[in-house]
């Protein structure tokens, strides 16, 4: 039996996310995911008119592929891909396993537009940021660097507005509680420590490897994002960090590469999205822009915000 939940969030990634025209053509990558949805994006790709291509992964091949691969594999496989990508005017990306359906009753996140674009012309006038809660103290500069808002036009689940600090203004403390994982290895109660900027100390259940990461290249430990998460529908982790970084009552500090949207400059190969949630089950916690309380365990205060709240 056909299940009208997939043609459903197709038409919602093609058609909203996407935004796809007529005659433009449009890659689709799905990784691990029942085909049938594949199909249902394909079809809603040709009903508004788009040319589909399409390429499905599944992690165990790729896992295959990618053991003892070589340099010159690697190399060719790069710039098939880059080849391929550059005839394409669109890109959507599905990933998870066969429960992919529980994404189709979620709304595009039109109803949480108002809320974001006050908390986006908020963060883009604040100057001084403090973050504060259970192992935190941390506090940084963002002036003149703009916000960006994330409302379902690039990712499925969204729910974030994001901005970035001034390179050499953060101080202080963080510890995240939500956990991680990086290149394939899991990380519990990670704790960042800085000093002008720079992480110059870094603990977690595998502190080793984690320090291993942030000596990547010299940005990986200067931070790349600040963003504050809000989808009222994600409330606990998962370990996915496109889940995670939208979770309600939560942000995110990003060690390593600065996005040219919200750009401070700093550039490394890295960019690894640290998630720690401030609602009350979780610790709570506060964020205050230039001395002025903006959430509270998880809440945000001001009555314009109050329709990002999960509650």
């Known amino acids: 039996m056909h299940d009208a939940r997939f043609d459903k969030l197709a038409k919602l990634l093609v058609q909203y996310s996407a935004r796809l025209k007529r005659n433009e053509t449009v890659l689709i990558e799905t990784f691990d995911i029942p085909d049938e949805m594949t199909i249902a994006l394909i079809r809603a790709a040709r009903k508004a008119g788009g040319v589909p291509f399409a390429q499905t992964y599944h992690a165990r091949v790729n896992r295959a592929l990618a053991l003892e691969a070589s340099d010159r594999q690697l190399n060719l496989m790069a710039s098939h891909e880059l080849a391929r990508m550059k005839k394409m005017d ?94 394939g290895i899991a990380f519990d109660g990670i704790r960042l420590e800085f000093k002008n900027g720079k992480i110059v100390g870094a603990t977690s259940n595998e502190t080793k490897k984690l320090n291993k990461i942030l000596d990547s290249d010299p940005g990986a430990r200067y931070i790349g994002e600040f963003s504050l998460g809000f989808n009222p529908r994600i409330l606990h982790p998962m370990r996915d960090i496109l889940f995670d970084e939208k979770i309600a009552g939560s942000f995110h500090f990003t060690p390593g590469q600065a996005y040219e949207e919200a750009d401070n400059g700093n550039r490394s190969q890295v960019h690894w999205d640290m998630v720690s949630i401030q609602r009350p089950e979780y610790g709570g916690g506060e964020i205050y822009f230039d001395g002025k309380l903006i959430r509270k365990n998880g809440v945000f205060l001001p009555k314009q915000l109050h329709s990002l709240n999960w509650r």
């Open 90 to 183: 669109a890109y959507i990306a599905v990933r998870g396993s066969n429960n992919v359906t529980e994404l189709s009753d979620v709304p595009p996140e039109t109803r949480l537009l108002p809320g974001m674009k006050t908390l986006h012309r908020l963060m883009e006038k604040t100057d001084r940021v403090e973050i504060k809660g259970p192992g935190t103290d941390l506090s940084f500069s963002k002036k003149g660097i703009p916000a960006v808002i994330c409302g379902g036009d690039r990712n499925i689940p969204d729910g974030e507005v994001f901005s970035c600090p001034i390179r050499d203004s953060v101080e202080g403390h963080v510890t995240f509680s939500a956990p991680s994982i990086y290149q």
